[in-house]
């Protein structure tokens, strides 16, 4: 399998631009997480799905931040309008469940590196 | 609300040294406890995690971690270090189904 791919790698935006972030999980997954990643606040849950769903969206920084999951294969976190302070490393990670085990590894991507100017 | 704690930002060891990175956690019932590593660039990767019973837990890329409850710890060691071990150590809880709450994380500098 190819892990979880995140495109793209970085992205260069100007204040007040929409920016969209994409994730593909591990096949056969079902839960997706996206995280951010900052010096001032480390690495945030933002949001999780199960079976495409939004479970826990609490991490969500605010109504400029959105996130979608049309499919089990794929997902998206949305900016818009995008401001500097939203300039971080965006996490997307999957894992499966297994026997309804309260955790289960958690494979990460490599991130998008996002510099708001 | 449930946390961890890692006190040290940053801990340069020297190749072949032994090495211990501290974790405390803050959390009321039995937790789930992990530490990832994350290689500069890269995402993070699962290095070892404890559910429940031995509390000394084996990992891959030789390290390990002790659960002690009363001391709410579960610090990461490795017996020697390698240059290749460079990167950021995450410990991390989870408090809730399928959800992590990770520590702020310590930077291993390793010098030659």
């Known amino acids: 399998d190819a892990g979880v791919i995140q495109s793209p790698r970085h992205e260069v935006t100007e204040m007040g631009q929409e920016v969209t972030l994409r994730c593909k999980p591990i096949s056969g997954h079902d839960y997706l997480f996206w995280y951010r990643q900052t010096m001032m606040r480390g690495l945030e849950l933002l949001i999780y799905?199960?079976?495409?769903?939004?479970?826990?969206d609490s991490g969500m920084p605010e109504d400029r931040f959105s996130a979608k999951m049309p499919n089990a294969s794929f997902s998206t976190l949305k900016i818009q309008p995008s401001e500097p302070r939203d300039s971080a490393v965006y996490f997307c990670?999957?894992?499966?469940?297994?026997?309804?085990?309260?955790?289960?590894?958690?494979?990460f991507g490599p991130g998008t590196r996002l510099t708001v100017l | 609300a449930q946390s961890v704690t890692q006190p040290d930002i940053h801990i340069t060891v020297s190749e072949g040294a032994s090495l211990e990175l501290r974790c405390n956690y803050s959390?009321?019932?039995?937790?789930?406890l992990f530490w990832y590593v994350q290689s500069p660039g890269q995402g993070l990767q699962l290095l070892l995690k404890?559910?429940?019973?031995?509390?000394l837990v084996q990992g891959i890329k030789g390290f390990e971690a002790e659960f002690k409850r009363s001391q709410s710890s579960f610090n990461l060691r490795k017996p020697s270090v390698h240059w290749s071990d460079a990167a950021e150590y995450f410990c991390?809880?989870?408090?809730?189904?399928?959800?992590?709450?990770f520590g702020t994380g310590t930077r291993l500098l390793v010098s030659p």
């Open positions: 990670a999957s894992s499966g469940t297994s026997g309804g085990a309260r955790y289960n590894e958690q494979f």
């Open positions: 959390y009321g019932a039995t937790p789930y």
């Open positions: 404890y559910f429940s019973g031995d509390t």
């Open positions: 991390a809880v989870a408090p809730g189904f399928q959800k992590l709450v």
């Open positions: 799905f199960n079976n495409n769903v939004p479970i826990d």
